[in-house]
């Protein structure tokens, strides 16, 4: 009997869902303080997850949620970067 490997479930840090670390976009505070995606999701630092909905991001944005979560100031580049990473996003 094979058993599937059960996903990893990670929390978006806007809608407070827990979904499947596919359907969600990682950004990351490493030690020095500095923010960006994580496109590996396997990056060193503090994280926190955000829906691929470019509304979800929006709303992050608009709430400063990912300052909060990352206690760290989280430039417009970030929320460019996500929003791009979205549209280019198919699924």
Do not use: W
Not at 30 to 39: I, Q, T, Y
Not at 47 to 68: C, F, H, M, P, W
Not at 74 to 80: F, L, Q
Request: aromatic share 4%.
């Amino acid at each position: 009997m094979t058993r599937s490997k059960k996903q990893p479930l990670r929390k978006c840090v806007v809608t407070q869902e827990m979904l499947p670390k596919q359907q969600l976009i990682r950004v990351v505070r490493n030690k020095d303080g500095e923010v960006f995606v994580d496109d590996t999701g396997k990056m060193n630092g503090r994280g926190a997850y955000v829906t691929k909905s470019l509304d979800v991001i929006e709303q992050a944005e608009k709430q400063q949620l990912l300052n909060r979560h990352l206690k760290a100031s989280v430039s417009e580049d970030v929320y460019t970067d996500l929003k791009s990473k979205v549209q280019a996003d198919p699924s």
